[in-house]
């Protein structure tokens, strides 16, 4: 710490100064004096951060308790670690257990250093925070304003991220008697499952490359932002939550919807919910919700209902809108043997071939969800859909939108992360979270105990009393700002 201050008083100060004279000059502006000044202060942050881990692996040498367990084996092994500031640079000291034999830094256990990490929380954070938005590259930039991660670091920390955070319970649960959801998938184009090359073609030679991550939005109502009396009304979900990922399977579903009720038990009081509305496509996942959901009615969205009939009578022009008339009749009378007639007239009008099929498929559609296209029409005031918009928003915007291709569990991952990110959750506390409950599994008492005994040691570490003997001009009344600033880092 010491070298790191006197080199930035005697070297990094006069660089300061000079652009200073130049400033006055007329020779340079205030943007390149702040760019001076910020790059002597990143520089003099990492030289910090490098010699107080030297510092600390200094005194865990010295240390009585680490006498009795290890031995040291090698001394100034070099280590980079990627933080905030830019890529620090300390050595440390290797040990071997004298019982044992096994080989560590006791410095990374001190630090709370994975083995091999390279890359510090807080620049994690800031790499996955982009990574979310924008993309690998731009995400490994991020990192710190002169290093950056590489786009193959960058996919090993989305890939190795578990995204599971334990949701608080309120002090006051919430009480509506109504609660929506809405649920959707995206259409992800694949680049491989597992492994390169290992993509399927189906019976007619086509590569099968469809990844179809799901997205679940559950909300409490709408809101028109603008007004009632707004031209342009902009509406917003009161309460929403997501719930995303591939979740691939039969079982992989009910733990989709175990995770939602699991959130509503939570957050809402049960005893008051009269009545949760699933409303999205039919697919057949999206139904099995109701199965899980106490008090839950599976509604067809309009979209699908729409896109659906329109295909079932595009061939029929001039008479198009005049069957498709007849159709929403049966639908909002809830006449099905009346739509059933109609349809037959169609299937009369119809050549046999793919057409005759995509009405085959129309008519099939609106019959399997007989159910939930009538329910819709009971409660067609209170029931508004927005599956789409929320897919686009929340993962066709980073997933899909641009020509990009994905493994499945990249596609996974990046689902759950943007759906954490939307939900308002941070990522570096995501982070630490899971670093605390690793720790807590693979926690040792000489490792307490360590720390324990550096702490007391470290009270020694009186660092601004001996700054004021050994730097000159730290103690002068001009120069009372770094000294501010060295008590607060000690917490003198």
């Known amino acids: ?107 990374d256990k001190v630090l709370r250093f994975d083995a091999h990490q390279r890359i510090s929380l807080g620049a994690a954070a800031r790499i996955l925070e982009e990574t979310v938005q924008s993309n690998y590259r731009k995400g490994g930039k991020s990192a710190s304003p002169y290093d950056a991660a590489s786009k193959q670091a960058v996919k090993r920390l989305v890939h190795n991220t578990v995204i599971d955070f334990p949701l608080k319970e309120p002090a006051k649960k919430k009480e509506p008697n109504t609660l929506y959801i809405v649920a959707d998938e995206d259409h992800v184009s694949a680049q491989f499952w597992n492994k390169k090359g290992d993509l399927a073609k189906d019976s007619r030679g086509n590569t099968i490359n469809t990844l179809m991550p799901k997205l679940v939005c559950v909300y409490e109502g709408i809101e028109n932002e603008s007004g009632e009396k707004s031209k342009n009304p902009r509406y917003r979900l009161i309460g929403k939550h997501y719930f995303s990922g591939i979740y691939k399977g039969e079982s992989e579903n009910i733990r989709l919807w175990d995770e939602v009720r699991d959130y509503i038990h939570t957050v809402y009081d049960v005893s008051s919910l009269e009545r949760i509305y699933i409303i999205g496509d039919g697919a057949a996942w999206i139904k099995s919700g109701v199965e899980v959901l106490e008090n839950s009615r599976f509604v067809l969205d309009k979209y699908h209902m729409m896109k659906y009939i329109n295909a079932s009578v595009s061939h ?122 690793k720790e807590l599994e693979e926690s040792r008492e000489e490792q307490a105990e360590l720390t324990k005994e550096l702490r007391r040691r470290q009270s020694g570490w009186d660092y601004a009393e001996q700054m004021q003997a050994l730097i000159p001009g730290l103690g002068r009344r001009e120069m009372h700002w770094m000294r501010d600033i060295i008590n607060r880092q000690l917490g003198a």
């Open 1 to 107: 710490m010491y070298q790191s201050i006197l080199h930035f008083i005697e070297k990094d100060i006069k660089k300061i100064e000079e652009v200073a004279k130049s400033l006055l000059s007329g020779e340079k502006d205030v943007d390149h004096l702040s760019q001076e000044i910020h790059d002597c202060v990143m520089n003099l942050a990492c030289s910090l951060n490098g010699e107080i881990y030297e510092k600390i692996d200094e005194e865990i040498r010295n240390s009585l308790v680490r006498k009795k367990k290890w031995v040291v084996e090698q001394r100034n092994e070099p280590k980079s670690i990627l933080d905030i500031c830019g890529v620090v640079k300390f050595n440390r000291t290797g040990y071997k257990n004298k019982n044992t034999g096994e080989y560590v830094y006791l410095l």
């Open 316 to 437: 029929l022009l001039d008479h198009a809108e005049e069957v498709k008339g007849e159709i929403w009749e049966c639908i909002n009378g809830n006449h099905k043997k009346r739509l059933q007639e109609i349809y037959g007239k169609i299937f009369s009008v119809t050549e046999e071939g793919s057409k005759y099929d995509e009405v085959t498929r129309a008519f099939n559609y609106l019959l399997n969800n007989w159910s939930g296209i009538s329910i819709r029409k009971r409660e067609s005031a209170r029931l508004r859909c927005c599956a789409e918009g929320q897919v686009s928003h929340v993962l066709s915007a980073r997933l899909s939108s641009r020509p990009m291709g994905w493994s499945e569990l990249g596609c996974d991952q990046m689902a759950k992360l943007r759906a954490y990110h939307w939900n308002g959750g941070k990522v570096i506390d995501l982070l630490r979270y899971q670093k605390q409950k």
